[in-house]
C-alpha cells in the first residue's frame, strides 16, 4: 500500500482540532512519526504566522510540558490554505500548496460538521485530488440515515472504499481501549461479566467544558447525535458483546452489531433530554432552541 507523503487538515481551527488533533501531531513528530509535511485548510483570514501561534497555543493547552524544540519542529511543517470550502478557488489554491511542498499522495482529514463532507469531497474532486490520496472522515457520519446514505453515495462516486477511513476519535482513549482487556483477560471478571451477576451498567459521560464557541455546530447536532449514537453506543457495545473469534477488525465489528441489533428500539418514554443554563446565550444559537445538551437514555 502506498503511504501518504502529506496530512491535509479540513476544520483546523475547529473546536477538535484545538482539543485533540494538534495534541496527536505533536505526539507524533515527538517520536519521529511524523515526517511529512501538514497542509491546513480553514476558513479565516490568517497567515502562516498566526496560525502557528494558533497551533502553539493548542498544544500549550492540552500538553503537560510541551518540548518546545518539538512544537518548533511541527509548526515547521505547517502551511495554511485559507477559503471557503464551497469556493473552488480553495481548491485551487490547496492544489498548488500541495505541488509546492512535493505531495503527490496525501490524507484529507475531514474535522469538520457532517454537512459539510459532501461540499469538500466534491472540490477536491473538481482538482482530481481525490485520486491518489486517502480520505478520513470524522464522526458523525451524516445526520441521519438518509444523509449518510447520500454521503457514501458521495464519497463512492469519487473514492475507493479502500481509500476511505471513518473514526470515531474517542475509541482512541486509552481507557475505552483497554476494555476488551478489563472484561476479557481478567480472570476474577470474565466469569461473572454476564447477565446473571450484573442488572444493569451506568455509562456517565461527563466533561468540564461546555458548548463555548461551538454553539452553531450544535444546533445542527445536539448531544443525541454529537456523543450519544457514536461515543456512548460503541462504548456499551464494548461492554455487552461476546469475545470476538479473532483480533480482526471484522470479527470486532460482527460482536458489536448483535449487541445493537439485540437492543429495543429507544422510544420517547426512554430518554430525558434538557438544556443546560446559557446555552441560549451562545453566538449561533437560535433564541427559541430546543436542542438538547444534556441526555439520558436507557437502553435495554
Keep these: ?18 482539543k485533540k488533533l494538534f495534541s496527536a501531531l505533536y505526539r507524533l513528530t515527538a517520536r519521529g512519526r511524523l515526517n511529512l509535511p501538514v497542509v491546513v485548510v480553514a476558513l479565516s483570514d490568517w497567515d502562516n504566522e498566526r496560525f502557528r501561534a494558533h497551533a502553539r497555543d493548542a498544544i500549550g493547552a492540552t500538553v503537560s510540558e510541551p518540548d518546545p524544540d518539538v512544537v518548533d519542529a511541527l509548526c515547521d511543517r505547517l502551511s495554511l490554505v485559507t477559503g471557503d470550502y464551497a469556493d473552488a478557488s480553495t481548491f485551487e489554491h490547496l492544489q498548488r500548496e500541495l505541488q509546492r511542498v512535493g505531495a503527490s499522495f496525501p490524507t484529507f482529514y475531514l474535522a469538520i460538521p457532517p454537512s459539510l463532507f459532501p461540499t469538500v469531497i466534491e472540490g477536491l474532486a473538481a482538482e482530481g485530488l481525490q485520486t491518489e490520496s486517502r480520505i478520513v472522515v470524522e464522526k458523525p457520519f451524516g445526520r441521519d440515515l438518509a444523509s449518510a446514505v447520500e454521503l457514501n453515495a458521495v464519497l463512492h462516486r469519487h473514492v475507493a472504499e479502500s481509500d476511505i477511513y471513518r473514526i470515531d476519535h474517542y475509541l482512541g482513549k486509552e481507557s475505552v481501549e483497554d476494555l476488551l482487556v478489563f472484561r476479557f483477560a481478567n480472570s476474577f471478571l470474565e466469569p461473572i461479566w454476564n447477565r446473571n451477576y450484573i442488572s444493569s451498567v451506568q455509562v456517565t459521560m461527563s466533561e468540564e467544558f461546555g458548548v463555548e464557541g461551538r454553539g452553531s455546530f450544535y444546533e445542527s447536532v445536539g448531544a443525541l447525535r454529537d456523543v450519544v449514537q457514536n461515543h456512548l453506543l460503541q462504548v456499551i457495545a464494548l461492554l455487552a458483546m461476546e469475545p470476538p473469534v479473532s483480533p480482526d477488525a471484522n470479527a470486532l465489528r460482527d460482536e458489536k452489531v448483535k449487541v445493537l441489533r439485540a437492543m ?11 438544556q443546560y443554563a446559557g446555552y441560549l446565550d451562545e453566538p449561533g444559537v437560535a433564541p427559541d432552541s430546543e436542542v438538547e445538551t444534556y441526555v439520558a437514555c436507557r437502553f435495554d
Design 264 to 274: 429495543r428500539p429507544l422510544d420517547a418514554t426512554s430518554v430525558v433530554r434538557g
Design 1 to 18: 500500500m502506498t503511504r501518504s507523503d502529506s496530512l491535509v487538515l479540513f476544520g483546523a481551527t475547529g473546536d477538535l482540532a484545538r
